[in-house]
């Protein structure tokens, strides 16, 4: 049985559960709910929870093994003399049986050897799925058939489904922990086996970047300069642009929506502004390498001054233009929070509108303003797109925002774009980049937690 219909199926008995617990729950009651320690609903919860929670259990751990298993199994039946082959040679050939099971294109020739492995594979797979249907729906229904059988008047049946769920959201909440714990080791590992080979002072402080290592003794063009701060430098200079951009219109914006503009106004003018962060970023990216950037280089050429195809005004414009939103929403839900006591002391004492947001409503905002300019840092730290089309590939060190420069996020894309050796410096060089890019954004985001978690407790 394939696997989503053994999920249907799965469910189908749940249901069934479900109805059966309720109407179990109903009968030992006698009719009179108040008989009950629990809802009946909370019997059928039950009932189907443990119809359902143990088997889809078991089945996502034999999925997640069951081709390293039967992989195992058929390469342990494999002839002497192809299994010595080595390992890159025995993958290939997994790849293949692989492939003739499925039905698709092999690399080479098909052998009966490897035809009899297919046929091995695809057997033990039909056998494992037999095997694991009837295991399945045995477990639901003798699971939920013991269940049925045990409930009881007294039984707390509410307490036990909310500590089944409880347990649910501890594990989807450890999930999310546990992945970023393994986001952040995969990148640490492979960077310390970067830093084994480049030293990390020539990497933090270095000033040339070309990571073009050499595969052959005479290869010329492959320097092997592994210097980041012109990556630094360029990713400083485009976020600065853009942040230069977007505070100024994002705060004006959330000041004008939050304080002056009508019900009618803001009901429309706020959801508007907030499109531009729903329009992908390779679409700004267009925008900006069509649009933007040669019209600065005609404005350039106009006024007598040498600015680049490509260049890092051109990005950062266009990236300032993408962060508005972000600015704009977050400080109007900020100035919305300030508490409206404030507001009408102003006007009591005889301040005038400007006056209150210029004296009271924009410094008591000030901690939350400055937390989503941080998270905004971060999104114009982080971007990739628009850098790419606009602003080049060149990892030049100039404070010149007329030239063409790069950054972080654009390295880590071309160096693992293709195919790459993970032992090359280039290749674990992307890893590098990643590191310093995760902890940079990582200390924004908690300085900026920190500054709107501490406005949080002055004022609500």
């Given at each position: 049985?394939?696997?989503?219909?053994?999920?249907?199926?799965?469910?189908?008995?749940?249901?069934?559960?479900?109805?059966?617990?309720?109407?179990?729950?109903?009968?030992?009651?006698?009719?009179?709910?108040?008989?009950?320690h629990s809802l009946p609903s909370y019997y059928g919860l039950y009932a189907a929870m443990w119809c359902s929670l143990p088997a889809l259990l078991i089945l996502f751990l034999w999925k997640s093994f069951e081709s390293t298993i039967i992989?195992?199994?058929?390469?342990?039946?494999?002839?002497?003399?192809?299994?010595?082959?080595?390992?890159?040679?025995?993958?290939?050939?997994?790849?293949?049986?692989?492939?003739?099971?499925?039905?698709?294109?092999?690399?080479?020739?098909?052998?009966?050897?490897?035809?009899?492995?297919?046929?091995?594979?695809?057997?033990?797979?039909?056998?494992?799925?037999?095997?694991?249907?009837?295991?399945?729906?045995?477990?639901?229904?003798?699971?939920?058939?013991?269940?049925?059988?045990?409930?009881?008047?007294?039984?707390?049946?509410?307490?036990?489904?909310?500590?089944?769920?409880?347990?649910?959201?501890?594990?989807?909440?450890?999930?999310?922990?546990?992945?970023?714990?393994?986001?952040?080791?995969?990148?640490?590992?492979?960077?310390?086996?970067?830093?084994?080979?480049?030293?990390?002072?020539?990497?933090?402080?270095?000033?040339?970047?070309?990571?073009?290592?050499?595969?052959?003794?005479?290869?010329?063009?492959?320097?092997?300069?592994?210097?980041?701060?012109?990556?630094?430098?360029?990713?400083?200079?485009?976020?600065?642009?853009?942040?230069?951009?977007?505070?100024?219109?994002?705060?004006?914006?959330?000041?004008y929506l939050s304080e002056y503009a009508g019900p009618k106004v803001r009901a429309t003018a706020k959801p508007l502004l907030e499109i531009l962060a729903g329009i992908p970023t390779v679409v700004y990216g267009f925008f900006a390498a069509?649009?933007?950037?040669?019209?600065?280089?005609?404005?350039?050429?106009?006024?007598?001054?040498?600015?680049?195809?490509?260049?890092?005004?051109?990005?950062?414009?266009?990236?300032?233009?993408?962060?508005?939103?972000?600015?704009?929403?977050?400080?109007?839900?900020?100035?919305?929070?300030?508490?409206?006591?404030?507001?009408?002391?102003?006007?009591?004492?005889?301040?005038?509108?400007?006056?209150?947001?210029?004296?009271?409503?924009?410094?008591?905002?000030?901690?939350?303003?400055?937390?989503?300019?941080?998270?905004?840092?971060?999104?114009?730290?982080?971007?990739?797109?628009?850098?790419?089309?606009?602003?080049?590939?060149?990892?030049?060190?100039?404070?010149?925002?007329?030239?063409?420069?790069?950054?972080?996020?654009?390295?880590?894309?071309?160096?693992?774009?293709?195919?790459?050796?993970?032992?090359?410096?280039?290749?674990?060089?992307?890893?590098?980049?990643?590191?310093?890019?995760?902890?940079?954004?990582?200390?924004?985001?908690?300085?900026?937690?920190?500054?709107?978690?501490?406005?949080?407790?002055?004022?609500?």
């Open positions: 049985m394939q696997t989503h219909t053994l999920v249907i199926v799965l469910l189908i008995f749940s249901s069934l559960a479900y109805y059966l617990g309720k109407k179990r729950a109903f009968k030992v009651a006698q009719g009179k709910i108040r008989n009950l992989t195992n199994l058929v390469v342990a039946d494999l002839p002497a003399e192809i299994r010595a082959q080595g390992a890159d040679r025995l993958n290939l050939i997994v790849n293949d049986i692989k492939n003739l099971v499925q039905g698709n294109i092999t690399s080479g020739q098909i052998d009966t050897t490897l035809s009899a492995a297919a046929e091995h594979y695809a057997n033990l797979q039909a056998s494992g799925d037999a095997a694991l249907t009837v295991l399945l729906l045995s477990l639901a229904v003798g699971a939920s058939a013991m269940v049925l059988m045990r409930i009881k008047a007294h039984q707390r049946a509410r307490n036990a489904v909310e500590n089944i769920l409880q347990g649910l959201l501890v594990i989807c909440s450890s999930i999310a922990i546990l992945t970023t714990i393994g986001i952040l080791l995969s990148v640490l590992f492979e960077s310390i086996r970067f830093f084994q080979t480049v030293p990390v002072s020539e990497f933090l402080f270095g000033l040339e970047w070309s990571p073009q290592t050499a595969i052959r003794a005479d290869q010329v063009g492959s320097s092997g300069a592994f210097g980041a701060v012109p990556l630094f430098a360029g990713t400083l200079l485009i976020s600065f642009i853009a942040m230069v951009v977007a505070v100024p219109i994002g705060l004006m914006s959330a000041i069509l649009i933007v950037a040669p019209f600065i280089r005609n404005m350039g050429v106009s006024l007598g001054l040498d600015v680049a195809s490509e260049s890092a005004l051109a990005a950062g414009l266009v990236m300032g233009i993408m962060i508005i939103p972000f600015v704009s929403s977050l400080s109007d839900d900020v100035i919305n929070a300030v508490p409206q006591a404030l507001r009408d002391g102003a006007y009591g004492l005889g301040a005038t509108q400007s006056e209150t947001i210029r004296k009271v409503i924009f410094p008591a905002a000030l901690p939350g303003i400055v937390g989503g300019i941080l998270l905004a840092v971060s999104r114009a730290i982080g971007e990739t797109m628009i850098v790419v089309m606009a602003a080049g590939l060149s990892a030049n060190l100039t404070a010149n925002p007329l030239q063409a420069v790069t950054t972080v996020t654009v390295q880590i894309v071309t160096l693992l774009t293709g195919d790459q050796e993970f032992d090359s410096p280039k290749t674990l060089a992307a890893f590098a980049l990643g590191l310093i890019l995760f902890v940079v954004t990582l200390i924004l985001n908690v300085i900026a937690l920190t500054v709107v978690r501490k406005y949080r407790e002055q004022y609500e």
